[in-house]
């Protein structure tokens, strides 16, 4: 149980385009997801925290009308990367938390991005 | 603000020693929870901690919980190439969020 999917697992971009990443709990409900960012060998850092059906809640230094986030059911949460840099090149990874497991939170395998 | 703090970043070993990560928390923390990532993949949840001066062990990897619930270690005994990976401690702020250390990269020595 317990499970997590993000699509797609990579992308590759052009610079200016966006980018739509989803982010499902396949067997439960997640009342909150989170987003997080990885650079390569550096620990996840969160970006922001979203909880379905209100506005997510970025983290101080997160853009948040470049990184946009909809929570629009218990079991889906979007990141969209609008007008791409190379700097926005990533490993972006969510989480979701079950209602009743406090601090427990489930992994998404996350998605790759590239942005040429 | 609140941090975790996590050492060493990294930790050579030869296969079959001991590993060893340390996790410092600058608040008391509700509880303390253990990630594993492997090479390319994604944190996996190892366990939760929640009581002071707790101790639980899952076969190899034993995990504890300090007396004024602030710091945190994980030890694997006799390492094995399938331990090899990023191991991350994480503490709870409020709302439910955690704040991750920097994790410790476990590297078996060829």
């Known amino acids: 149980g317990a499970v997590v999917s993000q699509h797609p697992s990579w992308v590759i971009c052009k610079s200016g385009t966006s980018v739509k990443i989803e982010c499902r709990s396949l067997?439960?409900?997640?009342?909150?997801m989170f987003w997080y960012r990885q650079f390569p060998k550096q620990s996840l850092m969160l970006m922001a925290t979203?909880?379905?059906?209100?506005?997510?809640?970025?983290e101080q230094g997160v853009e948040k009308d470049k990184f946009l986030i909809n929570h629009a059911s218990l079991t889906l949460s979007t990141l969209t990367v609008t007008s791409a840099h190379p700097e926005d090149s990533s490993f972006y990874i969510c989480?979701?938390?079950?209602?009743?497991?406090?601090?427990?939170?489930?992994f998404g395998p996350g998605t790759r991005l590239t942005v040429t | 603000g609140q941090q975790v703090m996590q050492i060493p970043q990294y930790q050579h070993v030869q296969e079959g020693e001991d590993f060893t990560t340390y996790c410092n928390s600058s608040?008391?923390?509700?509880?303390i929870q253990w990630y594993k990532q492997r090479p390319g993949g994604h944190p996996v949840f190892l366990i939760q901690?929640?009581?002071s001066g707790e101790v639980k062990k899952q076969k190899r990897l034993t995990f504890q919980f300090g007396e004024a619930k602030k710091n945190s270690s994980l030890h694997i005994t006799a390492t094995q190439t399938t331990d090899v990976g990023t191991y991350f401690c994480?503490?709870?702020?409020?709302?439910?969020?955690?704040?991750w250390g920097a994790g410790t990269k476990l590297i078996i020595k060829p």
């Open positions: 994480a503490g709870p702020k409020s709302n439910y969020q955690l704040i």
């Open positions: 608040t008391t923390l509700s509880n």
């Open positions: 901690l929640v009581k």
């Open positions: 979203s909880n379905e059906g209100s506005k997510a809640t970025y």
């Open positions: 989480s979701a938390e079950t209602s009743g497991r406090a601090y427990e939170q489930y």
């Open positions: 067997d439960f409900q997640a009342t909150t």
